[in-house]
């Protein structure tokens, strides 16, 4: 039987929860985390151990809710992503860009928002939502907040291409006043 749109995109928002979990997990040498080289050094003597009572008692779901635009995850040929986490300070921005792919940005504390090119209205996020980029489109994250922003930002890209290309402002900085009623 066929499986329709939202069957699609159930299995696409599934996909990326389960690879944030499984991200979460992975140790060195699993899930394109890179295994220590031999010769590494070993962890700093102050550091504070692992036990059962800090590590966490298994998956934790850092955020759940419904992407609000149609998901197409398709590709010429194999893709590379990356699943990191990157905290903002308050007020900062990660610069106007676009991607080879698509990005799908969690905000998993604090406050942020996205503004895109040709809709330039800010969307805020709320802790736990997420914000699909397609490939191409020029974008901006920002921490509206007074505390710094967690983010987790996956990508699914084509090979061997740069991850990110800066681009201008796409949007106005501020937006511009009303005109005054005749």
Same mark, same amino acid.
């Given at each position: 039987?066929? $499986?329709?749109?939202?069957?699609? $995109? ?14 979460? =997990?992975? #140790?060195?040498? #699993? ?34 809710? *419904? @992407? ?14 990356? *699943? ?29 928002? &996205? #503004? ?7 969307? $805020?996020?709320?802790?736990?939502? *997420?914000?699909? *980029?397609?490939?191409? @489109? ?13 983010? &987790? ?7 061997? $291409?740069?991850?990110?290309? #800066?681009?201008?402002?796409? =949007? ?11």
């Amino acid at each position: 039987m066929p $499986v329709g749109r939202t069957g699609r $995109v159930g299995r696409v928002v599934t996909g990326f929860a389960f690879v944030l979990a499984l991200a979460g =997990c992975a #140790q060195p040498g #699993q899930l394109g985390h890179p295994a220590p080289a031999p010769e590494a050094a070993p962890a700093a003597p102050d550091a504070a151990p692992i036990t059962a009572a800090s590590a966490p008692a298994g998956p934790q779901t850092v955020g759940r809710g *419904v @992407v609000d635009v149609p998901l197409r995850f398709r590709t010429p040929a194999p893709a590379d992503y990356a *699943v990191r986490t990157l905290d903002l300070a308050p007020g900062a921005a990660l610069g106007w860009e676009t991607h080879p792919g698509t990005e799908l940005t969690l905000l998993a504390a604090g406050q942020a928002a &996205v #503004q895109e090119a040709g809709a330039c209205a800010p969307r $805020v996020l709320a802790p736990g939502e *997420v914000a699909a *980029v397609g490939e191409g @489109v020029a974008h901006v994250v920002r921490n509206t907040g007074t505390a710094p922003a967690r983010l &987790v930002v996956t990508t699914f890209l084509a090979q061997g $291409v740069p991850e990110a290309t #800066q681009v201008p402002p796409a =949007c106005p900085e501020e937006p511009p006043a009303a005109a005054p009623a005749p």
